[in-house]
């Protein structure tokens, strides 16, 4: 059973920075043929942020981010990271670290993945 473990969140202004880190149970991100960030602002369904293929390093992004957030990892840390650069208001939300060992499409997990429990970032002046 896989685990992971958001850390990070917290309350910022817009145009700042904030890192997000995933730390996956198995202890290499390339136990899991994608990992990425999703997000769920109040009231809105869950959506996309960032995925990466593990073992190219291959990234996509959502268009609302693309620019301003990177998606990385330390393969043998087993840690997933979210830089968050010029943040926005729209981008409030609880942020989701998935992972999945053999079910990824678009840089995405689409079944069978596994969850961490979130971490809030907050974006106001």
């Known amino acids: 059973q896989v685990q992971l473990m958001e850390s990070g969140g917290g309350s910022i202004q817009p145009g700042e920075s904030l890192t997000l880190s995933c730390t996956i149970s198995s202890g290499h991100t390339t136990s899991s043929d994608c990992m990425a960030w999703f997000r769920q602002g109040p009231g809105e369904e869950r959506e996309k942020v960032a995925g990466?293929?593990?073992?190219?390093?291959?990234?996509v992004y959502a268009d609302s981010v693309k620019g301003r957030f990177t998606i990385s990892q330390d393969k043998n840390k087993g840690i997933l990271y979210l830089q968050m650069d010029s943040v926005r208001p729209e981008d409030t939300a609880m942020y989701y670290c998935a992972a999945s060992q053999r079910w990824c499409r678009n840089g995405y997990p689409f079944r069978d993945a596994y969850w961490g429990q979130g971490t809030q970032v907050t974006v106001s002046s």
């Open positions: 990466i293929y593990t073992g190219a390093g291959n990234t």
